[in-house]
């Protein structure tokens, strides 16, 4: 069953805006990550969020965890045309080390 | 520091025949994953390898697909035989060690195509 799911599944904005990007999950979790597709290439790593967390920053992203609620948020400010790309949360539960990934948003960022 | 490679790229067979995909994980890495994006669907984890053996397999969907790691570097996943809903991205990923939240390093994917 799928554990994470974003919405939007795409989301189009203007270069210079801020892009918000949502999460949920099912079940329990210890962390929760977010990675980033661009067309062709492989999911890089941007930023990890522990359970015991509620907000993370690096550089322009923002991620915020609500555990109680089960969601956390990607937040792009002043997005660039470089930005467009897909986006993926994915979690890690309990002991086991392997990822579940949500669907993706597909992000793009018009110059 | 080279990062996770796969090969090939892309690759399209016809119903029935054989697909072997490679994965040569970042040096070092005793953590080796795979994971299939079937389109449209999300990226499911197939199997982890730590070292040379299974350490859980419980995403491999049927006896189609057989995977191995012999030596403990570069990683094959064999399908066969291929079926049409086998069509997706087979990503691999490694990792430096098993613990929970340690970041996994993507290689750029396997684009399977089964008419």
């Known amino acids: 069953s799928q554990q994470g799911e974003e919405d939007p599944q795409a989301l189009s904005i203007q270069e210079g805006e801020n892009a918000t990007m949502n999460c949920s999950y099912k079940t329990s979790i210890n962390n929760l990550q977010w990675y980033r597709q661009n067309s062709g290439r492989g999911l890089v790593h941007l930023i990890l969020i522990r359970s015991n967390e509620r907000e993370k920053h690096s550089g322009r992203l923002r991620v915020t965890l609500d555990t109680s609620k089960k969601s956390s948020s990607l937040l792009i400010t002043a997005s660039r045309a470089a930005d467009t790309a897909s986006y993926f949360c994915?979690?890690?539960?309990?002991?086991?080390?392997?990822?579940?990934f949500g669907k993706g948003i597909t992000l793009s960022v018009r110059p | 520091e080279a990062g996770v490679t796969q090969f090939p790229s892309h690759s399209v067979i016809e119903k029935g025949q054989t697909v072997t995909l490679r994965c040569d994980p970042i040096?070092?890495?005793?953590?080796l994953y795979w994971y299939r994006r079937v389109m449209g669907k999300e990226i499911k984890f197939l199997l982890h390898?730590?070292?040379?053996?299974?350490?859980?397999e419980s995403g491999m969907p049927n006896n189609r697909f057989l995977a191995e790691r012999t030596g403990g570097t570069y990683s094959t996943l064999k399908v066969q035989p291929a079926e049409l809903e086998d069509s997706g991205v087979y990503f691999c990923a490694s990792s430096q060690d098993g613990v929970t939240g340690r970041k996994q390093y993507f290689g750029p994917g396997t684009r399977l195509t089964v008419t």
């Open positions: 040096s070092g890495h005793d953590n």
């Open positions: 390898f730590v070292k040379e053996s299974k350490q859980d």
């Open positions: 994915a979690t890690h539960t309990g002991a086991n080390s392997k990822l579940t």
